[in-house]
């Protein structure tokens, strides 16, 4: 219950196109969701995050979509451009007396062809 | 410094052999996270500091590993007896802590066992 499900695993885009990748969660208690970005040899870095309140988030090229009710989000990215290529992670996060704590999924390696 | 820093960045050692990995974090963020990375894979929590509270250790994949923060600031993993299985890239992050915080990751230390 407390994974966090993740597709696909690699995704080729061309550049201009729209890159999609879904997430999904078992736990309800889940109340913040994050989406991470990761170049090779670098630590991942926030990208974009949403709130189960809202249904969607838009940040520049970047939206998230939430289905609360379906236990599901996704990442949109759109005008895909080559510098965008790098792995993606979903995450959910459980808020705790003393803090928060994350669960990641497996990640989507993403590649945007020139 | 700006950043969450890690050190070594690389670290070979021999099966059997103990390592210690270090992880200095955003001065002021209360929260310290370490994940792990193994080839093309996600992120593995393994233990979480927050404050003055006890650690959530949860994520340890054997008692060979443990770590500590002293001071509310550094941490050390440290992997005992190492083991071929171990390869992989360590992760540190930080947080201010609370609830929806955004991690800021270091850059990893890689750790290959031979």
């Known amino acids: 219950q407390q994974q966090v499900k993740q597709s696909p695993q690699s995704l080729i885009v061309q550049k201009g196109g729209i890159s999609i990748i879904n997430c999904a969660y078992e736990n309800t208690a889940f109340d913040y969701f994050p989406w991470y970005q990761q170049f090779p040899g670098k630590g991942p870095a926030l990208l974009i995050a949403i709130r189960p309140d809202v249904s969607e988030k838009k940040e520049g090229r970047f939206t998230i979509s939430f289905n609360k009710s379906a236990k599901q989000f996704s990442l949109h990215i759109m005008d895909s451009q080559p510098g965008d290529s790098a792995t993606y992670f979903c995450a959910a996060s459980i808020g705790l007396n003393y803090g928060q704590n994350f669960v990641f999924g497996p990640g989507t390696r993403l590649s945007v062809l020139p | 410094g700006a950043g969450v820093s890690q050190s070594p960045s690389n670290k070979v050692t021999e099966k059997g052999k103990d390592v210690e990995l270090r992880c200095d974090p955003i001065s002021g963020h209360t929260a310290l996270y370490w994940y792990r990375q193994s080839l093309g894979q996600g992120l593995e929590f393994l233990i979480y500091f927050q404050g003055n509270s006890a650690p959530d250790k949860s994520g340890l994949p054997s008692d060979r590993f443990s770590a500590e923060r002293t001071g509310g600031s550094v941490s050390t993993l440290t992997i005992q007896r190492t083991q071929q299985e171990d390869s992989a890239v360590y992760l540190c992050?930080?947080?201010?802590?609370?609830?929806?915080?955004?991690?800021?990751f270091g850059e990893g230390s890689r750790l290959t066992v031979l």
């Open positions: 992050a930080s947080s201010f802590g609370g609830r929806n915080g955004e991690l800021f």
